[in-house]
């Protein structure tokens, strides 16, 4: 291996071993809050946010940056600051992706922290410390969970899919009679790692997932055989100038190319 590729090797690992302390930490920090009723506000009069979700970013934050002080920061519950578009990696986080479900008491929560550059992801953790798991992947290295690796599965005579009715509904004729309907997922992170543990056959995104939501879980699922996809079929870029996103669709195989048929043809909103 040249000497460069070896370089950038040792660096995405030592990235990633950054990412799966931080994101272990912040999730035993999260765990502290979960079931204990805490105290809620709610952004913009729709999207509640927590005193567990403001701990967790303030520790995942203090770590990250004190490791990696030239890195970007890009997160849900801080502030934006564009100096980050100076930076040559950025972390992208969401210190509890599915809030609403970690209220109601759900386990399908989970902290999601990436490391971008250049749009992509180069490191991915989810942690879900309700269910147990963890999911990582790196570029090349496949994808895992709690260090077993994993896969898309095979496309069968049922498909399950995840996402809003409205553009379920717009699944071919040909197909509504395979489609089982997944129950709601509140944390989309979550939902894009049950496709790539094969849990999941396919999933709709509607329009407005922010980079925190989707960075490290679409880096998993590209690692373990699947793809998430905008309407012309082209992979979300992130830690841009827009940090947001029109519809996308996952999965894998034919059935991805049928799920971005219909995104492509939906208006969006």
């Known amino acids: 291996m040249p000497v ?9 690992c030592e990235d990633l071993a950054l990412l799966r302390h931080a994101a272990r930490e912040a999730g035993a920090i999260a765990m502290r ?3 204990n009723n805490p105290q809620v506000w709610m952004k913009g009069g729709t999207s509640p ?13 203090e770590t990250l940056l004190k490791a990696r002080p030239h890195y970007g920061w ?11 578009l100076l930076a040559r990696r950025t972390f992208v986080v969401d210190p ?8 109601d008491g759900l386990h399908s929560w989970c902290v999601s922290v990436a490391v971008v550059e250049d749009g992509r992801s180069l490191g991915g953790v ?20 709690n260090d077993k690796r994993i896969h898309v599965r095979a496309l ?3 498909v399950d899919i995840g996402g809003p009715k409205p553009l379920v509904d717009r699944m071919p004729e040909a197909w509504q009679d395979r489609l089982r309907r997944a129950a709601y997922i509140p944390s989309l992170a979550y939902r894009l790692a049950m496709i790539a543990n094969g849990k999941l056959d396919a999933t709709f995104v509607k329009p407005s997932a922010h980079d925190w939501d989707i960075a490290a879980a679409d880096l998993i699922l590209a690692e373990a055989g699947g793809s998430l996809l905008d309407r012309g079929g ?5 830690a841009g100038e827009v940090i947001n996103h029109g519809a996308l669709a996952a999965g894998s195989g034919e059935l991805l190319e049928v799920v971005v048929g219909v995104i492509a043809g939906a208006d969006e909103g």
Do not use: M, N
């Not at 890009?74 to 980050?84: C, K």
């Not at 989810?126 to 969970?145: I, M, Q, S």
């Open 156 to 158: 069968g005579d049922t």
């Open 126 to 145: 989810l942690e879900c410390p309700a269910k147990h798991e963890t999911y990582w992947a790196l570029p090349g290295e496949g994808a895992f969970l």
């Open 4 to 12: 460069l590729d070896q370089l950038a090797s040792r660096e995405a």
């Open 74 to 84: 890009l997160s849900e519950e801080t502030a934006d600051d564009h100096a980050r």
């Open 33 to 35: 809050y979960f079931g």
């Open 234 to 238: 082209k992979p979300p870029r992130y």
């Open 96 to 103: 509890i992706d599915g809030t609403r479900g970690f209220l």
């Open 49 to 61: 946010v927590s005193e567990a979700d403001h701990a967790a970013d303030a520790y995942l934050r």
